[in-house]
């Protein structure tokens, strides 16, 4: 006996199949929009408390730029700049590569995978603020670290690069300056001599000079080799070829060139090379506060090599000596940026506050006719008469005048000032002072910059805006009134504080810590988590 299916059935059949296949269907899309809504709502969740990374997240309806599959090249170019985080004196533990692939093969649920993908971005926003504005807030080091860092938004940083080809983008973050450049290939040339044992044994005098002979001159012989100041000879003797080496050692190291092995050009001598990388990547670190625009034009003022500067295109068209603030906490020179605007020819000094009440009421007190160079004023402008004030009744903050010295030859800040006006109220300027000119450190001053060719200076400048600077400038000096001279177009001014620093050719150059910056700021580093490491091959 046979059965027969009839139509009804059959269509009945297929559509109890159809619909199981639909449920099949619905599940599986179900499953998976639950999963898409649980990632979405993990990275929402672990983005919360970042306004950026919310901002960021939310524009993209929480997709990740890091989970999935396609977004392979994106972590690897990452991971790798992680791992090459050493090479640009950062802290490596900051960025540890093999944590991050672990949580991201160990996420495995949409909300593990949320909180891993956010993760992510914040130590890619961390490493592309250190590697490009550098770790540390310079101010929080040290109070006369005036620097404003150019911080990059890190809304638009990570805007950018989920638009961008992620390995370029990641190698264009550090500064792409010749100074960063050059910087960080010398750093790769101390670690593998700090691999090879470095610059020998030190030289144990302390003064060593033409016609010596003996071990001392040996050794200071090897070690200006193992420096690169010096070919390889076999001599025993303080000959000419030493002293040669010697006089090129103390050109690149700030010091007085008599070619000559005294004290202070043997302790630069032996400064083991672990030091001299601790300042390279303090320079790197600095150079990352100023990562920014310096000027076709601009006046560089190295406060360690005690300098002022023109650069026109990236070379030196001018050079001068300066004196710089003293090693005392108010009158040390603080490091900032801002734009020269005029010159003063023949100015008046008019007395800082805290040098009237801390140096000069004292004297006034004592003597009503003390610093007569300098007239004392009321707040009209009016003189004030010594023999009648009576300067005994007045404290620092109450002494009611101010003191101004008038145009002379004598005047504080000799015949022309340069003016880039900052609330720091500090500038460059000439000074009767020559003298301290000739000395090897010349920290000095109440903190402005004082310079040893300020005719020429200002010559410099105005040259860019007249035919016959020197003329001009000389007519205005022999008024004897007090002139002021607009530049048509202002310059940058960079104040700096170098340790280590380089040349497009030559030798690397070394200066001494002057106020001990440099130091505040390489333990500063260390306690981030950066250090100096030896490198073989």
């Known amino acids: 006996m046979r059965f027969e299916t009839s139509p009804t059935q059959t269509r009945t059949a297929r559509l109890c199949g159809i619909i199981a296949l639909l449920l099949l269907m619905f599940g599986a899309a179900t499953q998976a929009r639950a999963q898409v809504t649980e990632f979405r709502q993990a990275v929402a969740q672990a983005a919360v408390e970042d306004n950026d990374l919310a901002a960021f997240y939310r524009a993209r309806n929480y997709e990740g730029i890091w989970s999935a599959s396609g977004d392979r090249r994106r972590r690897n170019a990452l991971l790798e700049a992680f791992a090459a985080a050493g090479d640009h004196g950062l802290p490596v533990d900051r960025y540890n590569a093999q944590a991050l692939i672990a949580q991201l093969q160990n996420a495995d649920t949409p909300a593990l995978q949320g909180q891993a993908e956010v993760a992510l971005s914040h130590l890619f926003l961390q490493y592309a603020r250190d590697v490009q504005t550098g770790i540390l807030v310079p101010a929080r080091v040290d109070s006369n670290i005036k620097r404003e860092v150019p911080y990059r938004s890190r809304l638009a940083t990570i805007q950018t690069f989920v ?103 043997l302790r630069e001598l032996n400064i083991a090379p672990e030091r001299r990388l601790q300042s390279i990547i303090v320079a790197m670190e600095r150079e990352r506060w100023i990562n920014r625009p310096r000027g076709q034009r601009h006046i560089w003022v190295n406060l360690t090599d005690f300098t002022a500067k023109i650069i026109d295109s990236g070379i030196v068209t001018f050079s001068t000596r300066s004196v710089v603030g003293a090693n005392q906490d108010d009158r040390q020179s603080p490091e900032f940026s801002d734009v020269m605007e005029f010159m003063v020819i023949n100015p008046s000094w008019y007395v800082p506050r805290s040098i009237i009440t801390k140096e000069y009421l004292p004297q006034l007190q004592q003597n ?125 001014v960079h104040i700096v504080y170098r340790t280590a620093f380089t040349q497009a050719e030559g030798q690397m150059q070394y200066r001494r810590d002057v106020y001990g910056r440099d130091g505040q700021i390489w333990n500063a580093l260390a306690r981030e988590g950066v250090a100096v490491r030896a490198i073989r091959g």
């Not at 000079?209 to 303080?238: H, K, P």
């Not at 002379?408 to 022309?416: C, F, R």
């Not at 010559?459 to 000389?474: C, E, H, T, V």
Request: glycine share 8%.
């Open 368 to 492: 009503p006719n003390a610093v007569r160079n300098l007239l004392i004023t009321d707040s009209r402008g009016r003189v004030v008469s010594r023999e009648t004030a009576d300067f005994s009744q007045y404290t620092a903050a109450t002494f009611p005048f101010s003191m101004r010295e008038p145009p002379s030859q004598g005047n504080a800040l000799g015949l022309v000032k340069f003016m880039f006006p900052n609330r720091y109220n500090i500038y460059l300027h000439d000074t009767p002072a020559k003298s301290l000119f000739g000395r090897e450190v010349r920290a000095f001053s109440h903190g402005c910059i004082r310079l040893n060719d300020p005719f020429d200076f200002a010559y410099a400048l105005l040259g860019a805006q007249m035919s016959d600077p020197q003329a001009f400038f000389q007519r205005q000096l022999r008024t004897g009134i007090e002139q002021r001279v607009n530049l048509n177009t202002p310059l940058p």
């Open 163 to 265: 638009q961008s080809d992620p390995v370029g983008f990641l190698r264009a973050l550090p500064p792409s300056s010749h100074e960063y450049i050059r910087l960080m290939r010398e750093k790769f040339l101390m670690e593998r001599l700090l691999a090879q044992s470095g610059w020998g044994p030190t030289v144990a005098a302390n003064k060593i000079e033409a016609g010596d002979t003996g071990a001392q001159v040996v050794a200071l012989r090897n070690r200006l080799i193992a420096m690169g100041f010096l070919d390889r000879t076999n001599t025993q003797s303080y000959d000419a070829v030493i002293a040669a080496a010697v006089q090129r050692f103390q050109q690149a190291h700030g010091l007085a060139i008599d070619g000559t092995a005294g004290p202070s050009t």
